[in-house]
């Protein structure tokens, strides 16, 4: 994994990284990734893949209105809120 | 007043029953943290909660890892990112403590967001371990571990996606559990690997252990992964004979990453079970080699898609950098994640990628089928497993630090029953030339506790290992 190829997930991550960062992560991966091979020895051919332990099938519930926390509660962690809204940076650019 | 040193919830349940002698409890327990913990930084925040209901648990002092929510209490995860959360809510295993008559003493250090083998990602510092304080207490429940060793609580809860309950426990001398995937609700669980993580006990006996999951345990509707399955007594069990039962060694596990004073110890401990009339089988789990790197994919790659949700929007820190939504979340997730829990997000997120998924996640998903084949072949033949726990004693802080590979293979014997889902649990069985505590891993098969409980039982009764203490200042 080059240097483009860690900005590259960086940016999918949304975490800004130092030049430092980079590099040392660019080592980290490179030793990460090379311990992955070993993986590539198993003949998977015939085998499905299992993303959890035991093989749940959709668990349903009855849909039943129960109490909830409400959003005067939820908003008291909000770094930032402007009435009963999480407030965020300007998303929509401004027109020129 | 009572000698309360060391004693376990189950040695002291008549004593609670006082309303005083809980209260002196709480107070021998607060002087204690105040003594020691400027030195072992194990213990984050002090408090109290408790509901005055009596049950299992009456009167018995916890500590909480910082990853499970109490409500009205900070919950950070040891990270910046989280600073100032105020819990909304409880998370089950809370509400269950409770309603049990348990007492809430405080909060545990862990690894960031549980991503550590050794406790020393935490953005409080690391916690050291009370046997040496030149090592570490292992992780990433580390906090609450070296909290049971050094006698600051009764018990504690920890949670465990690759052996962060065992691991740890093994290191600091106490028991540990890793309950059945979907034994215990994962409800106010700050998530780090869904398919992976469980809450379970960190206890000074197995007894106690039993006794805590008899409290916790079970379906919840809030979590949609704990399963309707009945919970049996599980204090019933322990004291039972375990002659003819048939215990599997899986050589996979005693191979040339072992330490030599570890499996010595583990040796012992095996003999003591031959003495209890178990039959030894020997056994094969064929995918053991292929544990590290399979759970390296897909641990990473869950908590990527988890900690999608730390972005300075609805709680913890917001960058002041930024001007626009995208550079405060680039800014907010820099400043506020670790080095580690960087690491781990970008290459969950780079296993995920278009382009790479098929050769990493998809992979990893197949191999872990080969696992769970393994696990599901093995108890056809056997009622429980013998292993060590961690391949070697406790390692020194700073050691692995610079080598997450190294770190990662610390792991190596405790990963399994993760992927597999499969309950296990680390219990004292010696010391390592260092004199540094060593653990002997039991597992059994899916939802059977209870047999890993008679037989580890079973163990510590004739062992007495579990008594061993650090000599602390």
């Known amino acids: 994994m080059d240097e483009a190829e860690v900005k590259r997930i960086a940016h999918l991550a949304r975490i800004a990284l130092s030049d430092e960062e980079i590099q040392g992560l660019k080592k980290d991966f490179a030793d990460i990734l090379g311990h992955f091979r070993t993986l590539d020895k198993l003949d998977l051919s015939k085998t499905p893949p299992v993303s959890h332990p035991?093989?749940?099938?959709?668990?349903?519930?009855?849909?039943?209105?129960?109490?909830?926390?409400?959003?005067e509660r939820l908003l008291e962690n909000a770094p930032a809120k402007n009435r009963s809204m999480f407030q965020v940076p300007q998303v929509i650019e401004n027109k020129s | 007043m009572s000698d309360f040193s060391f004693k376990t919830a189950t040695e002291l349940q008549s004593t609670l029953r006082d309303t005083k002698a809980a209260e002196a409890l709480d107070?021998?327990?607060?002087?204690?943290?105040?003594?020691?913990?400027?030195?072992?930084?194990?213990?984050?925040?002090?408090?109290?909660?408790?509901?005055?209901?009596?049950?299992?648990?009456?009167?018995?002092?916890?500590?909480?890892?910082?990853?499970?929510?109490?409500?009205?209490?900070?919950?950070?995860?040891?990270?910046?990112?989280?600073?100032?959360?105020?819990?909304p809510y409880h998370a089950t295993?809370?509400?269950?403590?409770?309603?049990?008559?348990?007492?809430?003493?405080?909060?545990?250090?862990?690894?960031?967001?549980?991503?550590?083998?050794s406790c020393e990602t935490s953005c409080y510092g690391p916690t050291k371990n009370p046997w040496n304080n030149a090592h570490t207490p292992g992780g990433s429940s580390g906090g609450s571990a070296a909290a049971v060793s050094a006698d600051f609580c009764t018990m504690a809860l920890g949670s465990d996606t690759g052996g962060s309950i065992?691991?740890?426990?093994?290191?600091?001398?106490?028991?540990?559990?890793?309950?059945?995937?979907?034994?215990?609700?994962?409800?106010?669980?700050?998530?780090?690997?869904?398919?992976?993580?469980?809450?379970?006990?960190?206890?000074?006996?197995?007894?106690d252990a039993a006794l805590?999951?008899?409290?916790?345990?079970?379906?919840?509707?809030?979590?949609?992964?704990?399963?309707?399955?009945?919970?049996?007594?599980?204090?019933?069990?322990?004291?039972?004979?375990?002659?003819?039962?048939?215990?599997?060694?899986?050589?996979?596990?005693?191979?040339?990453?072992?330490?030599?004073?570890?499996?010595?110890?583990?040796?012992?401990?095996?003999?003591?079970?031959?003495?209890e009339g178990v039959e030894l089988v020997s056994v094969s789990l064929p995918h053991t080699r292929y544990a590290v790197p399979t759970y390296y994919v897909i641990a990473p790659s869950e908590a990527s898609s988890n900690l999608a949700r730390f972005d300075g929007v609805k709680y913890g820190l917001r960058s002041q950098k930024a001007s626009d939504?995208?550079?405060?979340?680039?800014?907010t997730r820099e400043e506020g994640l670790g080095r580690e829990a960087k690491r781990r997000i970008l290459l969950g997120t780079y296993a995920l990628s278009s382009g790479y998924y098929d050769e990493y996640y998809l992979k990893a998903m197949r191999v872990r089928s080969k696992m769970v084949e393994d696990f599901d072949a093995v108890f056809k033949k056997v009622d429980c497993l013998v292993t060590p726990t961690s391949p070697t004693g406790a390692?020194?802080?700073?050691?692995?630090?610079?080598?997450?590979?190294?770190?990662?293979?610390?792991?190596?014997y405790t990963i399994s029953a993760n992927l597999s889902g499969v309950p296990a649990i680390s219990v004292p069985c010696g010391l390592t030339a260092d004199g540094l505590p060593v653990g002997v891993q039991f597992m059994a098969k899916a939802f059977d506790e209870a047999s890993l409980f008679k037989m580890s039982y079973a163990f510590e009764s004739k062992s007495k290992k579990s008594s061993l203490r650090p000599k602390l200042a």
């Open chain 1, 54 to 71: 035991f093989r749940l099938k959709n668990v349903f519930r009855e849909d039943i209105i129960k109490d909830s926390l409400g959003s």
């Open chain 2, 27 to 87: 107070s021998y327990y607060k002087a204690r943290i105040e003594k020691l913990n400027p030195s072992l930084n194990a213990v984050l925040r002090t408090g109290h909660m408790a509901s005055g209901k009596k049950g299992k648990l009456s009167g018995v002092p916890f500590l909480i890892k910082d990853n499970i929510c109490v409500k009205g209490w900070e919950v950070t995860c040891a990270s910046r990112i989280l600073k100032g959360f105020i819990s």
């Open chain 2, 93 to 117: 295993v809370i509400e269950k403590l409770l309603e049990e008559g348990a007492v809430l003493l405080g909060q545990a250090n862990m690894d960031e967001f549980a991503f550590g083998s």
């Open chain 2, 166 to 207: 065992r691991q740890p426990a093994s290191l600091c001398g106490i028991v540990g559990l890793k309950p059945t995937y979907g034994r215990v609700s994962r409800f106010g669980l700050v998530a780090f690997g869904s398919s992976l993580d469980q809450i379970g006990p960190l206890s000074r006996s197995v007894k």
């Open chain 2, 212 to 275: 805590c999951l008899g409290a916790i345990a079970g379906f919840d509707p809030k979590d949609s992964t704990s399963l309707d399955v009945k919970v049996p007594d599980y204090m019933a069990v322990l004291g039972e004979s375990v002659k003819g039962m048939r215990v599997g060694i899986p050589k996979e596990y005693f191979d040339d990453s072992l330490a030599p004073d570890v499996k010595s110890q583990i040796d012992e401990a095996i003999q003591i079970l031959v003495k």
């Open chain 2, 325 to 331: 939504m995208i550079s405060m979340y680039n800014s």
């Open chain 2, 395 to 412: 390692f020194k802080l700073g050691e692995k630090m610079n080598d997450p590979w190294a770190m990662y293979l610390s792991d190596m």
